[in-house]
């Protein structure tokens, strides 16, 4: 019996209509400026709401357009927000389900994953948003691909950095690293903090970000690390908030994204 991740937030952060799921994230992907870029090998992009940070969202999920059939299995890396968790949850999933379909899990790879702090557990992935609003997008731009899904807990940036480098691959593997940045800010305070993180992205400064900066702070560390380490570029691509996409000038929440080749 396949055992099944069910959405958790389809009619919340985006729509459970699959139609009216599909047609906001093509309009969203036909928003962004097409920029001829090589094949990312990561990315980092917000996870809000599709109202408020979608757009942001599709300026990194655009540069995979041309690049359809290359990425076979897309690591999925996430911060927890509603279980506490210590080290890092992998998923006893067969698939996550989406409103567009079902995104088979690599099992195989997954059972290799054998590092201390990397674990089992189904009740971190269950209602976690952070890596569940990237699968529509992936689903519109990729062929047939299968995920490997990671929440991230109390954990270091080097044992995520460590957990990318097994997983790494070569380009058949994309990594996509899922944060916010500054959390409910006045605007101008909020764009003050986005930029210090944008910098920090750009130099590769991973001990730089912290959890006021990005709630992702640990996976997007971890990353850089790895980035770092395989001598990588990294370009900002698109770096709002709640505000620019959304309009409401109250307390905002910073959105970045950023492509890796």
Request: some cysteine; hydrophobic content about 40%; charged content about 20%.
């Amino acid at each position: 019996m396949t055992s099944i991740r069910k959405p958790a937030v389809a009619g919340q952060f985006y729509s459970r209509n699959p139609g009216e799921l599909s047609a906001t994230v093509t309009a969203l992907l036909e928003a962004a400026q097409d920029q001829d870029t090589p094949a990312p090998k990561a990315l980092i992009v917000p996870h809000a709401g599709y109202h408020y940070s979608g757009p942001v969202a599709a300026s990194a999920y655009a540069r995979l357009r041309p690049y359809r059939d290359r990425y076979q299995r897309v690591i999925l890396v996430g911060p927890c927000h509603r279980t506490p968790i210590h080290g890092l949850a992998l998923s006893g999933a067969d698939v996550y389900r989406t409103p567009m379909g079902d995104v088979p899990l690599d099992k195989a790879t997954i059972a290799t994953l054998d590092l201390p702090n990397v674990r089992i557990s189904d009740r971190s992935h269950r209602t976690e948003h952070s890596l569940e609003v990237h699968l529509p997008f992936l689903q519109t731009l990729l062929g047939d691909f299968s995920i490997v899904p990671i929440v991230v807990g109390g954990a270091t940036p080097e044992l995520v950095s460590q957990v990318l480098e097994a997983l790494w691959g070569g380009p058949e593997t994309l990594i996509v690293v899922s944060s916010d940045l500054s959390h409910f800010r006045k605007y101008d305070e909020a764009r003050s903090i986005d930029a210090v993180t944008c910098e920090a992205i750009e130099n590769f400064d991973a001990h730089r970000i912290s959890y006021e900066m990005a709630c992702g702070a640990t996976p997007v560390a971890g990353l850089l690390i790895a980035a770092k380490r395989h001598g990588m570029e990294v370009t900002t691509l698109d770096l709002r908030n709640s505000a620019d996409t959304a309009g409401d000038r109250g307390p905002v929440v910073g959105y970045g994204a950023w492509v890796f080749v």
